[in-house]
């Protein structure tokens, strides 16, 4: 501990020491800071204002983003394309977030192989969010996305072509034409097959053109709140351990999803849904975090989704009795039946005992009884994906698979200009400063569903929005108000608690913990029992965090620390998404629960409208869940903001009025 | 250059690649000679992973023969059960 104390005291001294700008050329052979860069304003300041064994560096920028995939990225050059002193925060470096696994396509109507209109998207994005999407958002994504698809193809991004050197669109995602009249629409670009690869090395570099100052390898730890105003974000550098505010007018948050909480997921590990919970943290709402998208059959352990054509092909689910146990769930479809159902008999199965592996917490996918060769047509590269993620001969074993999370629908509520809103008596009000986009925002284009290729364009054209309306808001080198010097001690003060902690459990027990509590009780299979024996363990869960015991005692790189904290990001938003779960009693998009069947809207629009008497706000289910959570207890409080039906514009896109959703 | 480096020097000298490495990058090479490539022993390192990507050939001038795109991702059309697939993985749904 001494020794500590002397390292931190040679390493405040090294600091103070360097307040003048030295070159770094100059400074080769020691750890320099990072921001020390060439030509660049080195305005930045260190003080002990929060403690001295944590020096502090002070930064000011016009606008700060905190994120680096598809989003933050777009954001933070928009930014800096407008004139704007940019700051672009990351704990990975850009082209390692987790926009990059994202092959599927982007969704347009740019008309290039039939005819069509952003209005027919417009109408497939309302029903496929099972009304519960804020129709002026959706109207101005759809509206935008050619425009924005354009641009990214003007950028470099090499989309696949027609012959007529027109952008290729394949029919994918529930889309149609002339408001689902018209049959199968063809919308979905994309590039060879890394779409989301492609788009985030596009961004990245079309971003070095711009003066935009990348911090990277910094974990973004909160907001820095004064008086309900966002004034900037604290931020730990990983490399060397120092402790950085970010003071800027404007913080877009754009830090992803939080797949990380379940136990079978197909995120990266780094998805851990940092931005939620520092909004949590700073006492804001999160928005519809029930909204959890699922996929049945995703690879036990690995987290890599196995298509649905398997099924197609003739494979089938077998439980740990061998029996192929969909006839009896869905006897006519059986192992064809919908996504929900499937998924929803497997946990049925596992719950019930009949679950395969040490833990019986898996079924099985047989592909066995396929003839190889058949299989090596249809679906090449099979047996490599079984080899390399399950470790098996698919024509001599079973796949072992349980289902998996894929999207976050929830997030941070935003407007459709990406402003983060908080609802109090009776109306959206902005929080001034403060911006979301991507996965972390829920702006709400998904509503209860997300629909496939909706998502990579739900990033570009909201992370540009953000840079649009602050743009618009602001002007470049605007003077900061000021800050209280202590700002940010609470997040100091909790990274040192975490530093030191030594209780009794590790932070991988606790996360294991808290990931089989999830995939047990909120995963999709959602019933009233179940639901608040899943509150109750994740509150239990919740509460060993107290006793959390980290092993590295150092600054530079600790990712101890730093999984700690990510853990701690992960419960926030782990209870706030079960809470809200046992509360919501319908069943809408993904949330599916057994005991309410039902869509419980305002009008029952299975029936006719006319003679209905239209039930209360209270009564019905059509609005979004704002949940917030008070952090020393872990308890979870909910309140539920109107779903916004009308659009931006009646005249150019009438809104679509709540209908039964049926495929 | 690396993989050329690795070529050159066996696994288990690799201080002999890295001063390979800084001899090139200095720029103060005394002696103008070419490295020379090691011949690859035959059979040894043929990779099995040539049969494997058979399964998704890149298509000839990349033009997909059936639908005439350019560009378009390798194998048999990803959307055709419903979902993005790709090597039986699903990407999207």
Redesign the interface.
Known sequence: MASVRAASRLLSKRILSKTTAVPAAAVQGSRDFHFSIYGKKTSAKVSDDISTQYPVVDHEFDAVVVGAGGAGLRAAFGLSEAGFNTACITKLFPTRSHTV?????INAALGNMEEDDWRWHFYDTVKGSDWLGDQDAIHYMTEQAPAAVVELENFGM??????EGKI?Q????GQSLKYGKGGQAHR?C????RTGHSLLHTLYGRSLRYDTSYFVEYFALDLLMENGECKGVIALCMEDGSIHRFRAKNTVIATGGYGRTYFSCTSAHTSTGDGNAMVTRAGLPCQDLEFVQF?P?GIYGAG???????R?EGGILINSEGERFMERYAPNAKDLAS?DVVSRSMTIEIREGRGVGPEKDHVYLQLTHLPPQQL?T?????????MIFAGVDVTKDPIPVLPTV?YNMGGIPTNYKGQVITYTEGSDKVVPGLYACGESACASVHGANRL??N?LLDLVVFGRACALTIAEENKPGEKLSPLAPSAGEESVANLDKLRYANGSLRTSEIRLNMQKTMQAHAAVFRTGSVLKEGCEKMDAVYQTLADIKTFDRGIVWNTDLVESLELQNLMLNGVQTINSAEQRKESRGAHAREDFKDRLDEYDYSKPLTGQVKKTFEQHWRKHTMSTVDVKTGKVSLKYRPVIDASLDEQECAHVPPAIRSY | MLSHLRLCAPARTPVCVLTGCSRAASGSVKDKQPLKKAKTPQGRLDSPEEESRAALQKFPDDVNPVTKEKGGPRGPEPTRYGDWERKGRCYDF
């Open positions: 696994a994202a092959q599927g396509g090499p989309f696949s072509r027609t012959e290729y394949r029919a994918f995602g979905c994309c590039v060879a097959d996929h059959t890599c989704l196995i298509t649905e054509g398997c197609g996504r090596a249809r679906l090449p590269g099979i047996s490599e994906t079984a894929h496939g290729a998502s």
